[in-house]
């Protein structure tokens, strides 16, 4: 559920598929102007456009469409019945300064994810970042209810998880899926998503229903600050499913090329 949770966040903020052609359609070629006797170059022009738009979108295999769209329609009726009745409760009852000191332990949990991440890619910089926000978020933070990190000292959180590193490592998408309550990935990103696991401190906690009683706690705090992006893209989108596959491969491309 956390990618699902994660996709909803971004897709108001990249370009997809049907939605996106609407709100942000691509630049038309500049043409010289012709002289008076020339021929409109009506067919060029347009072939441009059509060539420009093409290579905007990135391209991926969707061999399970009928698995695929049957979870996506899953999990939208999961958001609509579950989800977001619960985000609304825990949104009125628990007040924003709390949900956000909530939001940043769990950030700061994830540092081990991150760092790893980072280690592999070679960013040196943002290893020493992690080490550092950890470091000063755990104590001076009380043990990262609170950011100081990115408040005092401009410190900000790598954006990389292990679906990234074996992009870096030229290992392909493969093929879209989508998953039961976590949304939509890809082979790449799920095995990338199995091998954060590891690396994931409240995977330990015991007994079992604790930590998933955790996760899902985490899940519904950072849903009370994304309600309402997720109805708004849908209602933009001729077919929400094929907008947001492709929301999510732009997104994950534009993540890769960062």
């Not at 008076?36 to 979108?57: F, R, S």
């Not at 290992?171 to 954060?196: H, I, M």
């Not at 995977?203 to 994304?226: D, H, M, Q, W």
Request: charged share 20%; proline share 7%.
């Amino acid at each position: 559920m956390k990618k699902l949770t994660f996709t909803i966040i971004i897709v108001t903020l990249t370009a997809a598929g049907c939605a996106a052609s609407k709100k942000n359609p691509p630049s038309r070629p500049v043409i010289p102007a012709a002289d008076e006797t020339a021929a409109p170059p009506v067919d060029k022009d347009l072939g441009l456009l059509e060539q420009e738009i093409t290579e905007q979108q990135v391209r991926i295999s969707d061999p399970l469409h009928g698995w695929n769209r049957a979870t996506h329609n899953f999990n939208d009726k999961l958001y609509f019945w579950v989800l977001k009745p619960v985000a609304k409760a825990w949104k009125k009852t628990v007040p924003k300064p709390a949900r956000i000191s909530i939001g940043n332990f769990f950030k700061n949990l994830g540092t081990p994810a991150r760092y790893v991440s980072c280690l592999l890619q070679g960013k040196r910089r943002a290893v020493g970042t992690e080490l550092h926000r950890f470091a000063y978020n755990t104590t001076v933070g009380v043990l990262g209810l609170g950011d100081p990190a990115r408040d005092k000292l401009g410190l900000k959180p790598a954006d990389e998880d292990l679906g990234q590193t074996l992009a870096r490592w030229r290992v392909g998408n493969g093929a879209y899926l989508v998953l039961p309550l976590l949304g939509p990935s890809t082979v790449r990103d799920t095995v990338g998503l199995v091998g954060g696991q590891f690396l994931n401190p409240v995977r330990y906690v015991e007994p079992t229903e604790v930590s998933l009683a955790i996760s899902a706690g985490k899940i519904v705090n950072e849903n009370t600050f994304t309600i309402g992006r997720y109805e708004s893209f849908k209602s933009a989108a001729i077919d929400p499913y094929t907008a947001m596959r492709q929301a999510y491969i732009q997104y994950r491309d534009k993540q890769v090329k960062d």
